[in-house]
């Protein structure tokens, strides 16, 4: 979970924050069942997924503004 958490925050690719961000997930849920709140683990194991997604549709249209507004500040240098 440490590894997880550093890495999203020293990693400057959004992709390898995804992974990292995976990384982390997968610590949270090995210590909430090490800590045997399993009805917690299993609701964020189903949760875990759907918050990767949005990240990456997060990173994605990040991603799309950044181009566009490259674009808009080349077309006002010309």
Do not use: C
């Amino acid at each position: 979970m440490l590894i997880g958490s550093i890495g999203v925050i020293v990693l400057p690719k959004p992709l390898d924050k995804v992974i990292m961000f995976a990384l982390l997930q997968a610590g949270f849920i090995g210590t909430v069942v090490a800590a045997k709140y399993l009805d917690v683990a299993m609701a964020a194991a189903i949760f875990d997924p759907i918050a990767t997604v949005i990240f990456l549709m997060a990173i994605i249209k990040l991603n799309e503004i950044r181009v566009k507004k490259r674009d808009l500040e080349g077309e006002h240098l010309d």
